[in-house]
């Protein structure tokens, strides 16, 4: 198969469009920052962006004005802090009005694996009876359905399935033609990753494919549905990658008090976003004494034994 790797330039300017409907992966951890960036960079318009655990990444995305919808369980800034992009925009309109839908966690993820299955809908017990499942906003009657179960007549909620144009996520590795392993803590990221038409993989590296076979139960995305493959190391700074850097606090508290007014704002995406070439510069920005700070001690797993069997089946067909 051949290679997908291209920079995140190339990759977002050909996989993302406008009015998309995009999956953000990544719970916590894993969040594609440098991707996120880069469509900022970019002035993409019109999108429609899901993510299960937003931060301020998807701040950034409202701020700069790139999105027109939103569904989302939560978006704010870890430390616990507000989101103010998103809460100037809730408020205000600035800079323009957008569209929320509101989901729990467990339901939200529901509707991703339903997607990544392609099913017609998944039936739970969950929502029932809150005012998530009594409101809704641009996804109307199709964000959810309480019926009588057929089989016991109780009350069951029906959540259809959410599928993305394209999704975005990083990961701890990949190889050149798009099989990504992640590990640590995974969230909705395996099913939301898997409902998506086009996918872009933002790696800490790159590795060969045999890395990939011998520890296969880390894959989380095969490469014949990735489309493009980026190797970002530190993509996901502020937010942390398990085994590679830990989430960076210091910038979180800088970021809510660099963004609380409006001018704020708009100085940080041109300081950190739009005057910042790449992923690299913005890593200069950050500065080594910083990055290393963020290292891990190496805290290593046990490894397993897969087996290797050597026989097959056709070798005993007489």
Not at 182 to 211: F, H, L, P, Q
């Amino acid at each position: 198969m051949k290679s997908k790797i291209m920079t995140m330039s190339e990759a977002v300017k050909e996989f993302v469009r406008d009015g998309d409907v995009v999956y953000l992966g990544g719970f916590i951890q894993h969040d594609p920052y440098a991707a996120i960036h880069e469509i900022i960079r970019q002035r993409k318009k019109g999108l429609t962006v899901s993510s299960c655990a937003g931060m301020i990444a998807l701040d950034q995305l409202i701020g700069a004005g790139c999105l027109d919808r939103v569904i989302t369980t939560y978006t704010w800034n870890p430390l616990p802090k507000p989101a103010h992009a998103l809460r100037r925009c809730m408020e205000k309109g600035i800079p323009h009005e957008i569209q929320m839908e509101e989901y729990s966690i467990l339901s939200l993820t529901l509707s991703y694996f339903a997607g990544a299955l392609d099913l017609p809908f998944v039936a739970t017990k969950t929502l029932i009876g809150s005012d998530l499942a009594k409101n809704s906003s641009f996804l109307g009657e199709n964000k959810l359905k309480i019926i009588d179960s057929p089989f016991n007549g109780e009350k069951v909620c029906l959540i259809p399935p959410l599928k993305h144009d394209i999704g975005i996520m990083q990961v701890q590795r990949a190889d050149s033609i798009g099989n990504a392993q992640a590990w640590g803590v995974m969230g909705d990221s395996k099913y939301g990753i898997n409902s998506c038409s086009r996918v872009i993989i933002c790696a800490e590296e790159i590795v060969d494919t045999e890395v990939i076979k011998m520890d296969p139960a880390r894959t989380i995305i095969p490469g014949f549905k990735v489309s493009a493959v980026v190797e970002e190391p530190w993509g996901s700074h502020p937010s942390y990658v398990t085994g590679c850097y830990d989430i960076d606090w210091r910038y979180f508290s800088f970021y809510d008090k660099a963004t609380e007014s409006l001018d704020g704002f708009e100085n940080y995406l041109k300081e950190w976003v739009y005057d910042i070439r790449d992923r690299s510069e913005y890593i200069k920005k950050i500065g080594k004494k910083n990055l290393d700070a963020l290292k891990p001690k190496p805290w290593s797993s046990s490894s397993i034994d897969y087996g290797y069997c050597a026989q097959y089946q056709e070798d005993y067909i007489l």
